[in-house]
């Protein structure tokens, strides 16, 4: 795939369109109009790439709304060299937009042809991202303790897995709901047991699912 001076042209709107949004966080809109996010698009969905909007990516998943990746990332507040566990993988985009703002990236994903591609593409463009094949519902208890984790598909309820893998002054940020919508939410480790929930709006994410791997 190439990535020419129309990509480039069109990511410097998609960046302006995500700023007029609220999402003031410098290193967030540079990683936005550096990484080409056309290339972990199915090929049908090319021309689309550059819109505010998530896209199917096979395996009836999608990727999220730069947008959303972008708020996202912000309510994680990264630090450079902080160890973060992305659940849910699926395009490969949003761990490499974590790792491009200087996080260490480990990410986990229940599909295999995603973990596969994913894995392939961030390897392709040198993120220093590391991918895994398993249910993140569980964590990824063999890295853990982690300084941040971001859950990109809506769950039911936050998984008592990854308030244990989180350290304490970690941020967990998932968005969570019973229904078709989800409430982002961030918490913070305070103590052991002692954790703070903040709730950030309303969003739409595919369903986390639980021992489905
Ligand atoms: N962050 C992604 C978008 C993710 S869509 C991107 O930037 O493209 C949500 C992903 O979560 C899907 O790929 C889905 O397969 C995955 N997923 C759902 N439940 C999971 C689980 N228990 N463990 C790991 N991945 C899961």
């Not at 967030?28 to 819109?51: G, T, W």
């Amino acid at each position: 795939m190439i990535d020419d001076y129309r990509h480039k042209g069109l990511r410097r709107k998609l960046v302006e369109e995500v700023r007029s949004k609220g999402i003031s966080d410098p290193r967030i809109l540079s990683a936005i109009e550096s990484i080409p996010r056309h290339f972990f698009m199915d090929s049908s969905f090319v021309e689309f790439a550059y819109q505010d909007k998530p896209f199917p990516i096979g395996s009836g998943q999608t990727i999220s709304q730069p947008y959303t990746v972008a708020f996202q990332t912000e309510l994680l507040q990264v630090e450079k060299g902080c160890k973060v566990l992305e659940v849910g993988t699926g395009s490969g985009y949003q761990a490499c937009v974590l790792a491009f703002i200087g996080a260490r990236v480990y990410s986990i994903e229940r599909h295999h042809s995603l973990y596969l591609k994913a894995k392939e593409l961030i390897a392709h463009l040198n993120f220093h991202s590391r991918v895994f094949y398993g249910d993140g519902y569980k964590g990824l208890s063999t890295h853990a303790p982690f300084d941040r984790i971001l859950v990109t598909a809506g769950a039911t309820q936050i998984p008592d897995a990854l308030l244990q893998q989180l350290k304490i002054g970690g941020k967990l940020v998932i968005p969570v709901g019973v229904g078709a919508t989800q409430i982002m939410k961030r918490i913070t480790k305070k103590a052991l047991e002692d954790y703070q929930v903040e709730e950030f709006g309303t969003f739409r994410f595919v369903p986390l699912l639980q021992n489905k791997v």
